[in-house]
């Protein structure tokens, strides 16, 4: 009897263990997959928030070239190109990453973003155009790119600080 006994108590014994050790394995699994996809976030949103960094230094730049006396219109049309280039190329490709890993609000505002971006892209291919056909133009007028580029900074913002709370989840 006593034997029986024993081995039903080692039976029992052996089988909370194993779930046990079965149920720690899944949370261990669930905490990876949790830090894996914060990861994947993380990378995607400081990717994009890089990528718009850098377009808008070009844009600062195109700007300040603009608002000088006798501004190299050449030299700010190819700028111009890489403006543009760095819009529908990477800056595209990140947005596309943001809002796959999600969630959606960040890929709404980061939509945003690159719509305030494309905007300013917009109005100093206005200003170089009009510049170059002798028409009065935003570009002359330094406060009028500067609000375009001034409403990016502050979409960036507003995407880093969201995109710090969703990592911080």
Not at 22 to 37: D, I, K, M, N, P
Not at 71 to 79: C, F, G, M, S, Y
């Amino acid at each position: 009897m006593a034997a029986v006994m024993g081995a039903a108590v080692g039976m029992v014994g052996t089988t909370l263990a194993a779930a046990v050790a079965g149920l720690s394995a899944q949370r261990q699994v669930r905490a990876e997959h949790r830090h894996w996809r914060r990861q994947l976030r993380r990378d995607a949103y400081s990717a994009f928030t890089a990528r718009t960094d850098e377009l808008r230094k070009v844009l600062k730049e195109i700007n300040t070239a603009l608002i000088r006396p006798g501004p190299d219109l050449d030299a700010v049309r190819e700028a111009l190109d890489v403006a543009r280039g760095l819009l529908h190329s990477e800056l595209a490709d990140a947005q596309a990453t943001v809002e796959i890993e999600g969630p959606e609000k960040l890929a709404r505002m980061a939509e945003e973003l690159s719509r305030s971006l494309s905007a300013c892209v917009a109005a100093i291919s206005a200003a170089s155009l009009g510049q170059g056909a002798g028409h009065t133009s935003v570009g002359t007028d330094p406060q009028g790119i500067r609000r375009f580029l001034d409403h990016a900074s502050s979409k960036r913002a507003q995407f880093v600080e969201h995109a710090r709370r969703t990592i911080d989840v």
